[in-house]
């Protein structure tokens, strides 16, 4: 099968970039999903009608969003926003899909951090598999070298994998500013969110490597939120970066996974090192057990970055 049909569940900017993108990779649109309508049609949707009306009117079709779960699709692409606790409505999804035996790619944390070891006894059971290098660093293969070494064969992941954080951090240092200040330029600029909360209390970074931590556990151990030790970085003072500066160093949010556990916290960095990336850029490095440090940098966010690594698992699944 050289393309795939594909249901997307989720018209925010990833969803709409899955969809305007999808044909570009080979693959079909046969259903779109927001959260009130949905879109279906085996031959293929139009994807610049869909994704127009949406933008117009804020919905993508006439139909109930539950029609996009029984649509003819080969791989259902979730990328809902991600919830915490039970992971709805986005682990139900997926398991309605594994249940018919189709592929599903997941750009939506929820499942994949908190739900882990039901995502995988699910799969087991199905014809279908699961990929979601797209719910770790946007467009950044880092599930995938992952995979290409054997989970194994790392023995731990840290970096920086929250643009949003990053960027208020390396324009506190930069310009000398307060957190205050700099949290209200981000959101001025559609960096932040207008409720960020998620990035700069470090729960984004910490769902990432939970799921990192997850998956280089192999299935010997699961690992939720509630098993991360979170620290965000809003008491942090811009003096302190300006003392860091004055060592050399400068202050990132790290995160950091092992087989035995998760840790986000700020941490002092050199300033001129592999961790001290700028704006929005993400960075993680793998240790590995024979071939050293491998640093992987990139864009971690934004829709047709995310829609990437998206689409390269679904391309992974039906080649």
Do not use: C
């Not at 693959?27 to 933008?55: C, M, N």
């Not at 010997?220 to 979170?230: G, I, K, M, R």
């Not at 949010?253 to 840790?263: A, F």
């Amino acid at each position: 099968m050289s393309g795939a049909r594909l249901a997307v569940l989720g018209a925010g900017a990833v969803g709409r970039s899955v969809v305007e993108l999808a044909e570009e990779y080979g693959h079909t649109v046969t259903a779109v999903a927001d959260s009130s309508s949905a879109i279906v049609d085996p031959e293929g949707v139009d994807a610049e009608a869909v994704l127009q009306r949406k933008s117009d009117e804020g919905v993508v079709g006439d139909n109930d969003p539950s029609e996009a779960l029984g649509a003819a699709y080969d791989v259902l692409v979730e990328v809902t926003p991600t919830t915490l606790g039970d992971a709805e409505p986005g682990f139900s999804h997926v398991k309605h899909g594994l249940e018919r035996d189709k592929h599903v790619v997941l750009a939506n944390k929820g499942p994949v951090a908190e739900r882990y070891g039901e995502l995988r006894e699910l799969e087991a059971d199905s014809e279908g598999k699961i990929r979601f290098e797209a719910t770790v660093g946007g467009a950044i293969p880092i599930l995938s070298t992952i995979e290409d070494f054997g989970p194994t064969h790392i023995t731990a992941a840290r970096g920086v994998l929250n643009g949003t954080a990053n960027f208020i951090l390396s324009r506190m240092a930069a310009e000398g500013l307060d957190y205050e200040h700099v949290l209200a330029e981000a959101q001025d600029l559609g960096v932040a969110e207008a409720d960020p909360t998620f990035d700069v209390e470090g729960i984004d970074a910490a769902l990432k490597f939970v799921i990192l931590s997850n998956v280089l556990a192999d299935g010997d151990q699961e690992f939720t939120l509630e098993d991360a030790a979170v620290d965000g970085i809003t008491e942090i003072p811009g003096t302190a970066l300006d003392l860091a500066a004055e060592d050399g160093r400068t202050i990132r949010l790290i995160g950091e996974s092992t087989p035995e556990g998760v840790s986000v916290a700020p941490r002092l960095v050199p300033a001129d090192g592999p961790l001290s990336v700028t704006g929005t850029l993400n960075i993680v490095q793998l240790e590995t057990t024979h071939a050293g440090r491998l640093n992987i940098s990139g864009r971690g966010a934004g829709g047709p970055e995310t829609a990437t690594a998206v689409l390269s698992d679904v391309s992974r699944l039906v080649e």
